[in-house]
Structures are given as structure tokens and as C-alpha cells.
């Protein structure tokens, strides 16, 4: 009884959080729709650009390696998944909100600050992980790259580059002033994360010192991972340094949001 009792009480606890949740992600899948330059790029641009770069991969030894075009490219749009369809959308959205004056709103009812972020979050990172499946399936049935041969890793892979693009985008929104130039405030990290954590080039074909510090990026970590479960090829000390590198990436952004996120706009 005592412990039906208390499982319970819990469900109950978590059920008027859960339903705030979907009512505020709703709400922001509606605002999202709206903005058709957002949609598009989140959309259009992970499926179309790492087939236009193709070309430059065909000039790399992916075989020495131990990679293949079709798991190269499918890390590569997975990873700009995570950029455009979760961090840049997000960075946009939660400024536009701020500077409507819905944040403001939104703080003055029921929701807590963790809820609002989370809510605002969870569509573009539904979309993201929706897209990086469809990424997956695809891939495995036009570029050949079979099952992965460790699956195990692919999901915390996944929700490693979800989590921490979506904090991130929450973190840079805290520097940018308008909905305008959200696209401008994104790019040191989206293309520092393009040139440094294996989307656009493995970090196999970069200098061992230089791969090293690469590896400690915000957006490595993820693409190891998923990278490592198409090839199999990430041993197990590979693998908790992963972890561990994505974890303390999801602490340090959640402390820096939970310290310096700006809920009224910057006048």
C-alpha cells in the first residue's frame, strides 16, 4: 500500500508539469510554424549540404580510416541536424520570445523557469531527433551503410548532441539582442562545431594534437558517438571519455543559462 501509495503521489506530482509541457510546446510548434525562414533552414539545410560536399569526401582515404562515404555523410547531417534544426532555431526562438515579452508572461503563471525553457525546447528538439532517425534510415537504404554495429551508442549519442545544443542555444541567446541577429550570434559555434568536431572533416584526417583538442568541443562528443555506433569502431575508454565530455558540456551550459539566461528583453 505505502508504496502504491507513493508511486501515486508521484505520478500525480508530475502530471500537472507534464500537462503545462505539452500546452506550452504546442503553443511553440504553432509560433515555430510561423516563421518560414526558421522551418526551412532547420529542414533543408541538414538533408542538402552534406550531399554537396560529397565531392571533397571522395578525395579523402575514408577506407584507412575505417570509415565509408555513406556513415561519413550521415554523421555529417546528423551533425548539422543538431545545428540548424535544434541550436540555431532554438537561439531564434527564445529571443523572439524574450523580446515579445512572452518569457515575461509566461513567469508570471504556473510554469516554472525550467519548464518554460524546456517547453520552448522541445520542438525544435523533437524535430532534430525525428530528422536524425529519418537521416538514419535513409542512409541505411540509399548510401549502403548497413545496421550499426554498435546501436548501443547511438542513443545516448543522440540525446547527447540534442541536450547540449539545446542549452547552448539557450546560453546564446543571453548575448543577443534582437530575433534579427540570432543567425549572427550562432555562427562562431556553428562553424567552429563544422570545422572542429568531425561534421564537415573526421577528426581521423586532423593532426593527432589538433584532433585532441577538437575532441573537447561542445558537439564532439555526440558525433564520436554516433560515428562509433555505425563503425563499432570506439573502444570503451573512447566511449566514457565521450560521456564524460558530453556531461560536463550539459553541466557547464546548464549552470551558465541557470546564471546569466535573460528572461526580460535588452533595450
Not at 543571453?174 to 563544422?194: G, I
Not at 566514457?240 to 551550459?253: E, F, R, S
Amino acid at each position: 500500500m505505502g508504496a502504491g501509495g507513493t508511486g501515486g503521489g508521484m505520478r500525480g506530482a508530475f502530471a500537472p508539469s507534464a500537462r503545462r509541457l505539452r500546452a506550452l510546446a504546442r503553443a511553440e510548434l504553432a509560433l515555430l510554424g510561423r516563421n518560414r525562414g526558421v522551418v526551412f533552414t532547420a529542414l533543408a539545410v541538414p538533408l542538402a549540404i552534406p550531399f554537396t560536399m560529397r565531392p571533397a569526401l571522395d578525395q579523402l582515404d575514408l577506407a584507412k580510416a575505417g570509415l565509408s562515404i555513406g556513415t561519413t555523410l550521415l554523421t555529417t547531417a546528423i551533425g548539422f541536424s543538431f545545428l540548424f534544426a535544434v541550436y540555431t532555431a532554438l537561439v531564434s526562438a527564445y529571443v523572439a520570445r524574450r523580446e515579445e515579452l512572452v518569457l515575461k508572461r509566461l513567469r508570471t503563471g504556473e510554469l516554472s523557469d525550467t519548464e518554460i525553457l524546456t517547453g520552448t525546447a522541445l520542438p525544435p528538439v523533437l524535430l532534430g531527433l525525428a530528422q536524425a532517425l529519418v537521416l538514419c534510415a535513409g542512409c541505411a537504404a540509399l548510401l549502403h551503410t548497413g545496421a550499426p554495429k554498435a546501436p548501443y551508442l547511438l542513443l545516448p549519442g543522440l540525446l547527447a548532441g540534442l541536450v547540449v545544443s539545446a542549452a547552448l542555444a539557450a546560453l546564446t541567446s543571453s548575448f543577443t539582442r534582437t530575433a534579427e541577429s540570432a543567425q549572427v550570434t550562432a555562427l562562431p559555434l556553428v562553424f567552429l562545431s563544422m570545422a572542429g568536431s568531425g561534421i564537415s572533416v573526421p577528426t581521423e584526417f586532423m593532426p593527432d594534437r589538433l584532433a585532441s583538442v577538437c575532441e573537447l568541443l561542445p558537439l564532439s562528443p555526440a558525433i564520436r558517438l554516433v560515428r562509433g555506433g555505425w563503425t563499432g569502431q570506439l573502444s570503451a575508454y573512447e566511449t566514457l571519455g565521450a560521456l564524460a565530455t558530453a556531461l560536463a558540456w550539459t553541466i557547464v551550459a546548464v549552470f551558465a543559462v541557470r546564471r546569466w539566461f535573460r528572461w526580460d528583453p535588452r533595450r
